[in-house]
């Protein structure tokens, strides 16, 4: 099967003196001329006593809390109450417990606004200029889409916080200058004072970017003491990179180390964006110089298209140009055009739904307490555990629901033709063909496809959904020696062939090896007594097999006895003689009507230990009984076994005796 590899990482340009190490000019680092004067604390307005009318009206009932109230406390980090039944709502006692501080002072200041702030549900048009926020006499409404909410987009918490924010702004503003912008280089002219208002709605007016770093840089350094000094830099570059965004959303993101948006543009009805994924991002990442700092962020970046609102699994891709057309041998060079026809659209969008399904199996099991250990173990080596299957957990959420047409453009090029890449490629010591392409960044998916039906394979298709989602590195191919390569969790067909192993219907759970352990007593044909412990399990699996292969270690002890003399060895009269290695063999087995009988065949090396020690060989004949009809039970056996001495010809041991244990298994159960 052949899949592709992500495109190359563009550069960005970035302000030198923010970044520059050890650049006592820039205001970020530059220690105040003097200390900025304290910012003074909202406090919740139920603390203030009954006087202040709480103006925050949610438009549901019930004394269970909604959707929009549970958002704002989660907003908030505090819980809100209603003190009289429809006075609207306040916070309750006690301190905030997470959340953002960001949205938390908007919305306090909702709570003591002269102005009525309702949230309510309904319909919005998202080619109105106030898309959901309208103001009549003393109200502000601010309304919410419901059916345009998603999960990993447009969440209930960016969408409300974003609307509140602007809403409180623009109807209600506060006076509160943001700090003095400092300036970093000679010659630089005072900036004119904004608020912290206007500067929460950024972009600022006017177009001069450097005027939009300073004012920014300041307030980075005085305002926001509560993020580390990474998180700081981070808020600082992304305000002046953010497009269609306000600053107070991107604050919000960081504060609740969520994924959040920092550009986005709205098209007829669709919506394009940049997502910044802020979890685990290093605290110290201030310390990091300007190539890795970039290439940090660059990494967590995320491109996303979607249609709110619209039944996802019939709504129609991007549409790019001859998007549902055949294309001439002119118009495939041209590489804004689609040139997927029909029928290749209408098989992607089977193969998407075929992907969904795969990988909403494959998730359930990996959550769902099923031994699962061994399929991800081949697919991502030591990932399959702890922090390593939990990126892979997020990993497959984000792709789960990026699998619908509609969330990409698409385009077709016939495979081996070279145009757009669709080519032979070489992979280690196996040659294949590209099947598809997705560049860093681009809303767009590039398929390989044959002349005629079936155009790609759906595990190719989920293969370049797994590169939309931030999959990227070297590639390794299922198939290739090296599979799946030093770093399997950004390897796209690592994710794909474990969707593709672990969410077939008929999948079974990973089955440790059947375990034996016996215990055996014997002689050595009355010369002397014999013990030992023997372990040995079945590679190929717990099923009951007629012929099976059985691998196997032992311990024997010949002990001496005797009356140990005062002046004598007490290790040479007591310890006698060892022996301890390891063999392989088959295995006859019998069901019968109440447990099953065994016999067995087997060989190998190891050593004799004590006197005349050096390397042997064993070999062994056994017949056993086990107990129960399942596949664990207790056993008992007879042993016939032979040690010989590979050093001396003359030395040996034929060995008989009994053996008891108990052998652990495991039925593998089907789930459908």
């Known amino acids: 099967m052949i899949r592709s590899s992500s495109g190359s990482m563009p550069a960005r ?110 319909k919005t048009d998202l080619s109105s200029a106030d898309n959901g926020i309208e103001k009549t006499d003393d109200e502000v409404v601010i309304t919410i889409d419901r059916s345009k909410l998603g999960d990993k987009v447009w969440s209930a918490e960016e969408i409300l916080a974003e609307k509140l924010v602007l809403a409180v702004t623009q109807h209600s503003p506060s006076a509160e200058q943001a700090p003095e912008p400092a300036s970093s280089h000679p010659g630089e002219s005072p900036l004119a004072r904004i608020t912290v208002d206007e500067l929460m709605q950024l972009p600022l007016s006017g177009t001069d970017q450097r005027e939009k770093q300073r004012h920014l840089e300041s307030y980075v350094a005085q305002n926001l003491p509560h993020l580390s000094k990474g998180r700081q830099k981070l808020a600082y570059q992304l305000g002046w990179m953010a497009s269609g965004i306000p600053f107070s959303e991107i604050l919000r993101g960081i504060e609740m180390d969520t994924p959040f948006r920092f550009k986005q543009e709205i098209k007829d009805g669709r919506v394009f964006a940049t997502y910044f994924d802020p979890q685990g991002f290093p605290a110290d990442a201030d310390k990091l110089d300007t190539a890795a700092f970039l290439q940090l962020l660059f990494s967590r970046e995320r491109a996303v298209t979607f249609l709110p609102g619209e039944n996802e699994e019939l709504a129609k891709p991007v549409a790019l140009p001859k998007t549902g057309q055949s ?12 040139c997927c026809s029909e029928p290749m659209l209408a098989e992607f969008r089977g193969h998407l739904s075929t992907a969904r399904a795969y990988l909403s199996r494959a998730r359930k099991r990996l959550t769902g307490g099923e031994n699962t250990g061994c399929q991800v173990r081949k697919h991502f080596k030591g990932e399959a555990e702890g922090k390593g299957l939990e990126k892979i957990l997020a990993r497959l959420d984000l792709a789960e629901g990026e699998l619908y047409l509609s969330r990409h453009g698409w385009k077709c090029r016939r495979r081996k033709t070279g145009l757009l890449g669709c080519d032979r490629r070489m992979s280690g010591a196996k040659e294949g063909y590209v099947g598809g392409s997705v560049r860093k960044l681009d809303t767009n998916i590039l398929i390989c496809v044959d002349g005629d039906a079936p155009f790609t394979e759906w595990t190719t298709v989920l293969h370049e959904v797994m590169h939309r989602v931030g999959t990227s590195g070297k590639e390794v191919y299922a198939g290739d020696p090296a599979y799946p390569g030093d770093d399997p969790v950004n390897n796209a067909d690592s994710y794909a062939g474990l969707v593709e192993e672990l969410g077939k219907p008929d999948w079974s759970p990973c089955t440790p090896w059947p375990i034996s352990l016996r215990l055996i007593s014997g002689s050595n044909f009355g010369h002397g007594l014999v013990l030992g412990a023997r372990t040995e399990f079945t590679p190929l699996g717990p099923g009951l097999r007629i012929v099976d292969w059985k691998l196997g270690l032992q311990f024997l002890w010949l002990p001496r006895f005797g009356v140990i003399d005062e002046a004598g060895d007490p290790a040479r009269n007591v310890l006698g003689r060892g022996y301890f290695g390891g063999d392989t063999g088959v295995q006859l087995n019998l069901p019968q009507s109440y447990g099953s009988l065994h016999f067995e065949a087997a060989a190998g090396l190891g050593f004799l230990l004590g006197e005349g020690g050096g390397p042997a060989a064993s070999a062994r004949l056994a017949g056993s009984y086990r107990f129960g009809k399942g596949p664990s039970g207790f056993e008992l056996g007879l042993e016939l076994g032979r040690l010989q001495n590979l050093t001396d010809k003359a030395g040996g041991d034929w060995i008989i005796g009994l053996s008891a244990g108990y052998r652990f298994g495991r039925t593998p159960k089907r789930k459908r």
């Open 327 to 338: 294309c001439t041998d002119a118009e495939q060079k041209d590489s804004a055009n689609s």
């Open 13 to 122: 340009a970035i302000q030198p003196s923010f970044f520059s190490k050890g650049n006592k000019a820039s205001p970020f680092f530059a220690k105040p001329s003097a200390a900025p004067a304290p910012k003074p604390r909202l406090e919740p307005s139920s603390r203030q006593g009954p006087a202040i009318q709480s103006k925050l009206m949610i438009g549901e009932s019930g004394s269970v809390p909604g959707m929009i109230q549970s958002t704002l406390e989660k907003l908030s980090g505090q819980k809100l109450q209603e003190p009289e039944p429809g006075k609207g709502f306040a916070f309750a006692e006690g301190p905030a417990k997470g959340g953002s501080p960001t949205a938390r002072q908007y919305i306090e200041r909702a709570i003591q606004s002269t102005l009525t702030f309702r949230v309510k549900w309904g």
